[in-house]
């Protein structure tokens, strides 16, 4: 029996489900901008998927707010603790490179400009601008990031 | 504190081999040619993963270049969920670790589950070597709890 790997993971989401009742949104993102240091890892003009489930009981997602931005062969995934995204805040994230390196890091939310403010379980569609920092989990490369959402079942 | 160090040794040597380019990588397509009933969902056709279904894949063979002594492989659906998993030692048949991210955006990591009959050809496969394939059954696919799956892939290394 081997083991499984141990992992030290500051994410309260690992004791997530998925759970049916739930509220989900995902949209073609477009990076608009990236910092140098993110060097070629990442660049304005790019294209990924991203999905978003906000926290909020009347959504059924839960206390924990996720953001994932899926490429052809990555992903990297942010969570927020007990809050919705919002500038300010901190995410945990994990990424899961193109060539199956697996890393995580601490972030700053420096910006998010999301319409409409407040979502329910009848948004339809969210249209978002988000600058993140950390981004990849690479130190020092901030992104920012733009797409429209629409919620999918 | 014995438990910490634990955790910090295992979490560095799942990352030192991370380095982006240090790692020979082997891209492709592959195809599931059997999978559960639990793979299908009855929420939504973009959850559910059947015989025919088609993921893009990475394929990271043990002992190459910066690669460690594990075999790693990583499957994304429909471009939004992600699952890469870590068989330990590259052997056919054991538990591997699981990270990445479901079909609800929700992060996953360290999640573990049987796989089996995991077969590259060739077994051994160089740096250089232009084309591989790999086969295997994997439970808990794509992080469907009761999802198993027999799946075939074809890789072209990546320069």
Known sequence: ?153 | MRFACACLLASASLLLPSAAGAAVVWQGLATVTAATPSCRSDVSERRSIAVGTVFRTVLRPKNLSDNGPDTRVAFVHDGQAHFAIILPGGSASGTYASFGVTHSGLLKANDAAPYAKMAMTPKSPSATTPFVTFAGKVENFMFISGCTISFSAAYGLRP
């Open chain 1, 1 to 153: 029996m081997l083991r499984p790997f141990l992992f030290a993971l500051p994410f309260a989401a690992l004791a997530a489900s998925g759970a049916e009742a739930e509220t989900v949104f995902v949209g073609d993102s477009l990076v608009l901008s990236t910092t140098t240091t993110c060097g070629t890892s990442i660049a304005a003009g790019e294209t990924a998927r991203l999905t978003y489930r906000p926290a909020g009981a009347k959504l059924g997602n839960g206390g924990d707010s996720y953001l994932a931005y899926v490429a052809n062969r990555s992903s990297f995934t942010m969570t927020i603790a007990g809050a919705v995204f919002g500038s300010g805040q901190n995410y945990a994230g994990q990424n899961v490179s193109s060539y199956l390196g697996v890393a995580t890091i601490v972030g700053g939310v420096v910006g998010w400009q999301q319409s409409p403010a407040k979502i329910g379980p009848d948004t339809e569609t969210i249209e978002l601008t988000a600058t993140l920092a950390n981004y990849l989990t690479i130190k020092g490369c901030t992104v920012t990031i733009r797409s429209n959402l629409i919620q999918v079942k």
